[in-house]
């Protein structure tokens, strides 16, 4: 008999509205402690004790318009976070500084969520929604010099760049990105080219959210469907549908893939996390605790496996904690 689904292993409130990003910092020492920070729709970014389980700092960037993206540039201190107002803000958090160091306007009116990759000590690669409707664009971090802007070739009707994520092969080689689009389409790009290298139809409606693991060269994918895509890329650079995976309840907001390759959690419309093994897909667990949309989904980066945790947030303005399948 399968085991039944755990409880959160402990529930956090007080962001008083929806919350749809988190984002783990766990630092690389044993004395540190683990940090979670959430974006929320009112504009405020928290900064989560997991030790007190209470707020440390609240953070104040985005003219009160919603955020929907936190992501940490080397250490708990250097913060990046993407707003509704139309801009990326950068934070240096040291000494409890709590002011917007610098930031991009990024003239986007969706709300596709910018994807980091770093290329060197303190430097950092950028990849966002362009102004111009079909496009992305790439700039260099902290400098702020544009990279390359991809466009899709005339006529390719691919709509808005809805989901991204910048990647590379281990060896440092060449960047690529992945985009997930308003037609279904998700797109490989070289970057150094500024062209697509492949393209596949993987859902019916816009691709709400995507994950890739490089090592096995296997993404998976989301939409407003009853359907998780799973695809690969082979040696050719060329995408490929390797399976798809039916739901019970149709669409999804958020996956994520854990940074061990093992299993995988996504964030469903229908108020609950589902957990999946990588390798197969098989599902795993279905954790029920939200009364409303589940819209983001992060797992911790602890070096300690029994440490692990999953922290989900949703519309109904709760972040739940959960510790599961931490067993090696």
């Known amino acids: 008999m399968a085991l039944p689904p755990p409880d959160p292993q402990f529930v956090l409130r007080g962001t008083s509205a929806a919350v749809h990003t988190l984002h783990f910092s766990c630092g690389g020492q044993e004395s540190d402690v683990p940090i979670l920070f959430s974006g929320s729709e009112n504009g405020l970014i928290h900064v989560w004790n997991l030790k007190t389980r209470r707020v440390d700092t609240a953070l104040d960037g985005h003219g009160r318009k919603s955020v929907y993206c936190v992501e940490t540039t080397g250490g708990k201190n250097r913060l990046l976070s993407q707003g509704r107002d139309q801009r990326i803000c950068l934070w240096d958090l040291a000494e409890g500084r709590t002011a917007v160091m610098d930031s991009v306007f990024t003239e986007n009116v969706g709300f596709c969520r910018c994807s980091l ?3 060197a000590q303190g430097r950092w690669l950028m990849a966002m929604a362009a102004k111009a409707l079909e496009e992305v664009q790439v700039l260099e971090l902290p400098s702020k010099t544009s990279v390359c ?3 899709p070739e005339a006529g390719a009707k691919l709509g808005m760049p809805m989901c991204l994520k910048l990647w590379q092969l281990s060896g440092g ?9 308003e037609d279904g389409s998700v797109v490989l790009w070289n970057l150094s080219m500024g062209k697509a290298l492949s393209q596949l139809a993987c859902h019916q409606e816009p691709v709400m959210s995507l994950d890739f693991d490089s090592e096995k060269a296997k993404g998976i994918s989301g939409s407003s469907e009853k359907v998780l895509s799973i695809w690969s890329l082979n040696e050719q650079q060329n995408l490929q549908v390797y399976k798809t995976h039916n739901l019970v309840n149709a669409g999804i907001s958020d996956i994520t893939i854990r940074p061990d390759k093992k299993i995988v959690a996504t964030a469903g419309w229908d108020h609950r996390i589902r957990i999946f093994g990588w390798k197969k897909l098989k599902p795993l667990a279905v954790l029920d605790y939200h009364t409303a949309t589940v819209h983001c989904v992060s797992f911790s980066n602890h070096k ?4 692990r945790l999953l922290a989900a947030g949703s519309k109904d303005h709760r972040i739940s904690i959960w510790s599961i399948y931490t067993q090696t």
């Open 117 to 119: 990759l770093m290329v």
């Open 149 to 151: 802007t991809l466009k």
């Open 173 to 181: 080689s060449q960047p690529l990105l992945l985009a997930g689009y």
């Open 304 to 307: 300690n496996p029994k440490e």
